[in-house]
């Protein structure tokens, strides 16, 4: 059966050039797919209802998930509400492509309901007026909450988006509560710079809450996602609004009732499931919001930007997608290479060295293509290492290594333990990566390992490995978010950094080298915004992470995603008789 | 008499309190003293014994320091991730929270200091400053430089290594936390010396820190006197950092001490004169009650002020959430307190009116008992400092100034003091520091003069400014040569406010993120660059 989508999203309009056995349920993942056309007004929305999955198991029968669907409405002003239209679209379990539940959907008319409580939170409420050593009291009860239900927690985000239950329970949830940690404790350290003035002038900064904060979240890493929004913009005392991916709104409605639980007043989080061309455009075209965070497609975020400017001109910071690369010098230990360019790649959707917890965290996400490493997991994850530049003399050996490495690779039911890789988040990416794969092939790319869906059911697709990539295939271009490791040669460090630079997208890269100079010349001539050496996908909390180029604008995590919530005043007075100056 | 008495009130319950922990803490244990020898620490109350407690000496100081050495240079906790340092900290918060009661009892039996506040302020102000520096452990940054040659530069902020901390007995718990919360975070390991009239929380604080997973040989605790102990962590060899917290006299042996053995580094917040300077435009009613309490502070409760608007002590909101860290403590009389504002510039306009508010205010303090609730100022410390607030007051009568109010012993037995006031121009009791429930209060006619006069002591702790004004405001705060200063408010400390001296007030911040850097090498790195695209 052919994967055809009546859609008009871009990716469906290319040429499909081989079967496929999924079809895709539900309505398509604006964010992920990266259609930019779909939130502009009068634009055609690519949505489409394809038929029913067909269910054949992918390896056995899907275990059940030990968790109750408890939240299923929008969270406003402190209460889970229906939507305003009282519609609801499914939220489906992409082992089987089976509803697990249907979601309050909202739209435009929800927005404004949550942006008027945020508003309203943000201009009367207790929040931005309590001490900053207060918020940070109730951020740290959050911690400790999600940490007592984290099963629960990582069971919701395992169900919804496929990811390994060893990944959501080992690593993210306790990163979750990590990031959060991290945050409470800027949340009393936020210091402006008392300035030195040209005359008889005292001037000081103050760092003030920004407002409302409208926050768009993607499926790759949704619990993540949440951490790394919703964690600066409450520490600096803003209100916020946050709509999910509509293929996984489960787990940030559950973590959202833990925040109102630990004390966080109503109204300064409020959380809307919805689609991007309703609920995302109205929130990102309001006149009441003073502040925008998106991660997900360049395209998307193009969107985002522009509605944005067409409005009240609220500063936007973006995650978008990336290309990166992931280079392997002649001096590398190529088992230590090629274990983590697997891992850079094939990221998020299974995670074996769960234990490695701070390092791997890689987050990941969303609409981005990948890095193999940790991965296996889907690929799904926006840096990715998704082109393997190795070096000529160990790419023989590398590529031979790739492919057993890929053909190690455990994929299956995302709850079993021991898997590495579970499906992807939803037919429509599925389908989009095997047209990747079948452009590899055409191109003339050597199809080393993988190349076909895993199974007969559910989004999972085998671990793919393409050696002889050259630069202009477009495997080796685009972002492909999925389990798909491109392995290109390179001769001289000149020829690699021209290479991997030549991109539109500069969110990473990986560096594998035992040469100092080497490490630290390729450190500084890589346009991209995380640089790792001999190591990938470190996503500690006070590391900065965001892109250069169209891998978006804006840095998260760390000290600086305190500055995309923080509006800087300048008080300027004169002093008389002043002692100094 | 000056002020109510509440010695014979017996409407209030003292806590019974058993005292558990009264020998030295060395690499994770309670321990007697190599030789053997105990002190007595007393309850200012009664002039009474309340424990027995292992005096340590140098053999003492070097076990400790053998300890501290070890934990440092092969131990997990500067090997630990600055967010698992910090995770072990809020784990002391929290179990500092959860015996706040028994604690606030400790330093009152221990220091005299009001139940109240201590249940109110300084035990929830320890745990404050500990979720403060738990939230720092993490967010150390090095910086990457800018050379000017091709080459990569970078800095590595490494923890300094063994720390000695010496602490005073005004507010046992709070310097406590001044101390040793920046020194945790940052990855030290220390030896801390408690006052010897003081030891008894430092103690609990160093059981409940390996309750926390504090590993051994972190917090070691040793009390004792500062000719011996204090002298023995001063000059040893193997100790990296001397933090110290008293008298300047005392501040300059430490780093003489310092000097003359390894050259440590020392960071030193030592004695104080602290003007409080009352213009001409201030709310009167106001301006007395934040005088009143900047001058008695320590062992007041406020509270029980309705005069006192909340906005004067800036503390004093935190303090009713409990968030505060220091001091808001008690304020009415004591005095004991480093930045007492102990020289109060009152401009000439309103000085007659004032002199008459402050001293009606000084005699409705009710002096007593510090576990009764009713009480606004406790005891002094101990016998020599009763005796010696006692004999500047004698002192100021006999060199001529006026006595306004108070002046006394209180009370019959115990170390209570009448909350006492002297008007004059010039006065020895405006120079030193009394350390005691004593307030001087002077006329002043311009804005230039009150600086002069503010900055004429060889003190710079920290200064209190009365206005409306927005250029009086400002033009004094930069004149004044202090290192902080409160204006219409006193007492503004808060774990974000960097706090320490000008000039013999010594040198060094508590609190803030200033006070890591007391705990932290700089390190640079430097390597160089080919064919790097930009410098």
Redesign the interface.
């Known amino acids: 059966m052919a994967a055809r989508r009546a859609a008009s999203s871009i990716l469906s309009r290319r040429p499909i050039p081989r079967p496929v056995a999924a079809s895709s349920i539900g309505e398509s993942a604006l964010l992920g797919a990266g259609s930019a056309r779909g939130w502009l007004p009068g634009a055609l929305h690519r949505f489409s209802s394809a038929p029913a999955a067909a269910a054949a198991a992918a390896t056995e029968e899907p275990i059940q998930p030990p968790v109750d669907v408890k939240y299923t409405k929008l969270l406003i002003n402190g209460n889970f509400v229906d939507a305003a239209s009282g519609r609801t679209f499914a939220t489906v379990d992409p082992r089987t492509g089976d509803v697990i539940a249907h979601v309050a959907e909202g739209d435009a008319e929800d927005i404004n309901r949550a942006v008027a409580a945020a508003r309203r939170a943000f201009d009367e409420g207790p929040w931005p007026r309590m ?4 918020r ?2 109730v951020l ?1 009860r959050f911690a400790d909450l999600i940490e007592q239900h984290a099963e629960e927690i990582a069971a919701l985000e395992t169900w919804d988006g496929g990811k390994t239950l060893e990944q959501t329970r080992g690593m993210e949830v306790p990163m979750v509560a ?1 990031y959060m ?2 945050y ?6 936020i ?1 402006g710079l008392v300035v030195p003035a040209d005359g008889p002038h ?1 001037v000081q900064v103050l760092h003030e809450p920004i407002g409302v904060a409208g926050q768009i979240i993607p499926w790759n890493f949704p619990l993540l996602m949440f951490a790394w929004k919703v964690g600066p913009a409450l520490a600096c005392g803003n209100a916020v609004v946050l709509k999910t991916a509509e293929q996984t709104p489960l787990s940030a409605l559950f973590v959202a009732s833990l925040l109102h639980e630990a004390g966080l007043p109503e109204g300064v989080l409020n959380v809307v499931s919805g689609f991007g061309p309703t609920a995302g455009a109205a929130l990102c075209s309001h006149m009441g919001v003073d502040k925008l965070a998106f991660t997900g497609s360049t395209g998307t975020g193009k969107i985002v930007l522009e509605l944005a400017a067409r409005s009240n001109l609220k500063p936007v910071t973006l995650e978008l997608g990336g290309k990166s690369p992931f280079i392997v010098m002649d001096d590398a230990d190529v088992d230590q290479a090629v274990e983590l360019a697997h891992r850079a790649l094939f990221f998020n959707q299974v995670c074996r060295y769960v234990h490695d917890v ?1 390092r791997a965290i890689a987050l990941l996400a969303t609409s981005f293509d990948s890095f193999l490493w940790f991965v296996l997991e889907q690929g799904q994850c926006c840096c990715a290492g998704s082109r393997t530049f190795v070096h000529e003399r160990v790419y023989d050996e590398f590529v031979e290594k790739s492919k057993a490495r890929a053909l190690n690779r455990v994929v299956g039911d995302p709850f079993r333990r021991g898997v590495e890789q579970g499906p992807q988040i939803d037919g429509e990416q599925f389908k989009k990566i095997l047209r990747y794969v079948q452009s590899g092939v055409d191109s003339g790319a050597t199809l080393v390992a993988g190349g076909d869906r895993a199974g007969s059911r559910g989004f999972y697709i085998q671990p793919t490995v393409f050696a002889d990539v050259k630069d202009e295939m477009k495997i080796a271009q685009e972002e492909i978010f999925g389990p798909v490791q491109t392995i290109l040669k390179f001769s001289t ?2 020829e690699v950094v021209r290479r991997a630079n030549d991109s539109p997208y500069g969110l990473a890269a990986g560096v594998f080298t035992q040469r ?2 080497a490490a ?2 390729m450190a ?2 890589l346009r991209v915004g995380t640089v790792w050496v001999n190591t990938y996908d470190v996503f500690d ?2 590391v900065p992470f965001g892109g250069y180029k169209m891998s978006g604008v804006g840095r998260e995590k760390g ?1 600086y995603s305190l500055r995309n919530y923080l509006q800087t005043k300048a008080v300027v ?8 100056l | 008499m000056a002020a109510a008495v509440a010695n014979g009130d017996k409407g209030f319950e003292v806590p019974k309190l058993e005292i558990k922990f009264t020998k030295l803490f060395i690499n994770g244990r309670f321990v007697d003293a190599v030789s053997g020898k105990t002190f007595e620490t007393r309850d200012p109350r009664t002039g009474e014994v309340t424990a027995r407690i292992a005096e340590g000496d140098k053999a003492d100081v070097d076990l400790a320091v053998k300890a501290a050495r070890e934990a440092f240079d092969h131990g997990p906790w500067p090997r630990m ?1 600055g ?1 698992q340092r ?2 072990i900290l ?1 784990k002391f918060a929290d179990l500092v929270e959860q015996h706040t009661e028994e604690l606030a009892a400790l330093d009152t039996v221990d220091a005299g200091k009001l139940f109240a506040m201590g249940k109110a302020i300084d035990i929830p102000g320890g745990a ?1 400053l500990l ?2 520096y ?6 150390i ?1 090095g910086e990457t430089l800018k050379m000017a040659r091709p080459c ?1 530069g970078y800095t590595l902020k490494e923890p300094v290594g063994v720390v000695g901390h010496i602490v005073p007995w005004n507010y046992p718990t709070t310097m406590f936390f001044f101390k040793v919360s920046p020194a945790l975070a940052a990855g030290c390991t220390m030896v801390v010396k408690p006052a010897e009239q003081t030891p008894l929380s430092a103690l609990f604080y160093a059981h409940l820190a390996k309750e926390a997973g504090v590993p051994d040989g972190v917090l070691n605790v040793v009390p004792g006197f500062g000719p011996t102990a204090g002298a023995a962590i001063s000059s040893h060899m193997d100790i990296d950092k001397v933090s110290f917290t008293g008298s300047t006299e005392v501040g300059r042996l430490v780093m003489e001490a310092a000097a003359k053995s390894n050259l440590k580094p020392v960071s030193l917040e030592l004695g104080g004169k602290s003007p409080v300077i009352v213009f001409d435009d201030a709310d009167l009613d106001m301006a007395v009650s934040l005088v009143h309490m900047a001058t008695y502070t320590n062992k007041v409760d406020l509270s029980d002020y309705p005069a006192v608007p909340s906005e004067i002590m800036c503390t004093s ?2 303090c009713s ?1 409990f ?1 505060s860290i220091l001091h808001i403590n008690s304020a009415i009389l004591q005095g004991e307190i480093c930045v007492a504002g102990s020289r109060i510039y009152v401009q000439e306009g309103i000085y007659d009116a004032f002199v008459k508010k402050a001293s009606e205010m000084a005699k409705k303090s009710v002096v007593g008992d510090p576990f009764n609730p009713r009480v606004h100022q406790g005891p002094q410390i101990d016998k020599d400092q009763y005796e010696k607030v006692l004999k500047y007051i004698d002192i100021g009568t006999r060199e001529g100034a006026t006595l306004v109010t108070g002046g006394k012993p209180c009370g019959e037995n115990g170390y209570y003091i009448e909350p006492t006031i002297f008007t004059n121009e010039e006065m020895s009791i405006a120079q030193e520091e009394i350390f005691g429930p004593v307030m001087a209060l002077m006329k002043f006619k311009t ?2 003069e009150a600086i002069q006069k503010a900055n004429s002591t060889r003190y710079g702790l920290a200064a209190g400014i009365v206005t409306k004004n ?2 009086i405001a ?2 004094v705060s ?2 004044i040569r202090a290192g902080a200063i409160w204006i219409n408010c006193y007492l503004g400390f808060d ?2 406010a960097p706090f320490g001296g000008y000039k013999m007030s010594g040198f060094g911040k508590d609190m803030g ?1 200033d006070a890591l850097e007391k705990y932290l090498h700089t390190k640079a790195v430097v ?8 410098l």
């Open positions: 001490t900053a050593y207060e940070c009291r740290l990590r940690r991290y409470a404790g800027w949340a009393d350290k210091h005292h701070l460090v000149e100092l100079d630290n010349t500084r001539a909390a006070a000290v007075t004169p002093i008389k008789d002043a002692a100094w | 991730s967010f910090g995770r809020h404050n979720r403060y738990a939230g720092a452990a993490d967010k940054h990569h909101t935190i959430k968030s804005v230039e927005i250029d400002n033009t930069r004149s774990p974000d993120m390597t160089p660059l080919y064919n790097t695209p930009w």
